[in-house]
């Protein structure tokens, strides 16, 4: 069995990451030794045909749109024998990843995640990961890479923590699949499910009317589903303002907005004041701090 004492091992056979905290690659069909890796931890992302997990020495499917999660000093192996089979792989420094979850998810304890968790997405939520993952591997820009690297970490993290949906209304909700579906989709907005979808892909993830689930949703939050979906969007977006110097443009292609000066008015509407003022703004607080 292989044990991967250092992340740097990692990094210099095979990923682009000019980070020391962080490394990636996208897997072909190739078939891995049990291993454990000691000081860092592990996101895997299925993007294309099926592979076996062997944890533990139990082994079990990992279909296409599924997301596992290996915590340190865990034995596992992804196993293939799918011609052009592909996984992304993306590895993290422990303390770097156990001081970024505590300070992103302050309420939850890492422990909620388990030694091994693993997530069947929905199609939007494999997309916008498989995007990034496509970003991280393409570009050379340090601080373009951190921003792409963190934004892939929690929004994979987001998806392993919020609690799997039901697609069968609960028993006091089966009289009105309405009420039922405005608050499921109520619950994925706030968990940024849908925060690279525009609102009209979303519908699709709703097999009720659509009116109808427009109604029921103004009627549970006060607000239309564009106007809560801009909400959140705007909530992550300030996010990436404040944690690096992320462009406008980038910002927006993240978000699936149509242009960045949609974004920049959407923004202003928010915020009161343009993402570059924003931007500006949340600095000058750091530096005071510092």
Do not use: W
């Not at 959140?232 to 462009?247: D, F, N, V, W």
């Amino acid at each position: 069995m292989g044990k991967i004492r250092a992340i740097q091992h990692f990094m210099e056979e095979y990923s682009t990451s000019k980070n020391p905290t962080y490394a990636f690659l996208f897997a072909p069909c190739k078939n891995a030794d049990l291993h454990t890796h000691c000081d860092f931890y592990e996101f895997s992302l299925i993007t294309r045909g099926s592979f076996i997990n062997d944890y533990k020495g139990q082994q079990e499917t990992l279909p296409n749109d599924t997301l596992i999660f290996f915590r340190k000093d865990e034995t596992h192996a992804i196993l293939t024998d799918a011609p052009m089979s592909i996984h992304f792989s993306f590895l993290v420094e422990s303390n770097y990843f156990e001081k970024q979850f505590a300070d992103f998810f302050p309420k939850i304890p890492l422990s909620s995640l388990g030694s091994y968790s693993k997530r069947h997405l929905p199609e939007s939520q494999n997309r916008f990961l498989q995007d990034l993952a496509i970003k991280l591997c393409s570009n050379e820009n340090r601080k373009y890479q951190d921003q792409l690297a963190y934004l892939f970490m929690m929004t994979a993290l987001t998806n392993l923590i919020m609690p799997v949906q039901s697609t069968t209304p609960k028993q006091e909700n089966a009289g009105n699949s309405a009420i039922y579906y405005a608050s499921v989709l109520l619950e994925r907005l706030d968990s940024y499910t849908y925060i690279g979808d525009p609102v009209n892909e979303i519908y699709k993830y709703f097999p009720i009317n659509k009116v109808a689930l427009i109604q029921a949703f103004k009627e549970r939050t006060g607000e239309t589903i564009v106007q809560y979906s801009n909400k959140k969007k705007m909530e992550y977006a300030a996010q990436l303002l404040s944690i690096e110097k992320q462009s406008v443009t980038d910002i927006a292609n993240v978000l699936n907005f149509s242009s960045p000066s949609h974004f920049t008015k959407v923004f202003c509407s928010h915020f009161g004041v343009n993402p570059k003022k924003y931007q500006q703004m949340n600095s000058s607080h750091c530096k005071k701090m510092q």
